[in-house]
């Protein structure tokens, strides 16, 4: 059974840190390139952040750069991926997913669509 369950985020005020992460299951997810997405209500969903599947590659939405950080854990059975936000302001609130797409390469599944995603956190940045 494929699972990608997320944990974390929550509440902070402007120019403060959270934390998401996710644990990916079911799939060789260690093959697998992984992303952040985020969406807020009446916008469509927007890619934040990308990784391969070696860690090698990444890729951060402009807006986003210097203050995210996005790193992953491949053990035998489970991904972990996490996305650390510093510096957050409140144009970040919205609700963050993790997704996996099947190629291990970030410059294939950029625009592509992703498999499996995650069930959704909620961020909120207070002003």
């Known amino acids: 059974q494929v699972q990608l369950v997320q944990s974390g985020g929550g509440l902070v005020q402007t120019g403060g840190s959270l934390s998401v992460s996710c644990a990916a299951s079911g799939r060789t997810f260690s093959t697998w390139a992984m992303a952040w997405f985020r969406q807020v209500p009446g916008k469509e969903r927007e890619l934040v952040v990308a990784?391969?599947?070696?860690?090698?590659?990444?890729?951060?939405e402009d807006s986003v750069k210097g203050r995210f950080t996005v790193s992953r854990g491949n053990a035998k059975n489970t991904v972990n991926l996490s996305l650390q936000m510093n510096s957050l302001k409140p144009e970040d609130t919205a609700v963050y997913y993790c997704?996996?797409?099947?190629?291990?390469?970030?410059?294939?599944?950029?625009?592509?669509?992703?498999?499996?995603w995650g069930q959704g956190t909620q961020v909120t940045v207070s002003s």
């Open positions: 997704a996996a797409h099947p190629t291990g390469h970030i410059d294939y599944a950029l625009g592509r669509r992703w498999t499996y």
């Open positions: 990784i391969s599947s070696t860690g090698d590659n990444t890729y951060y």
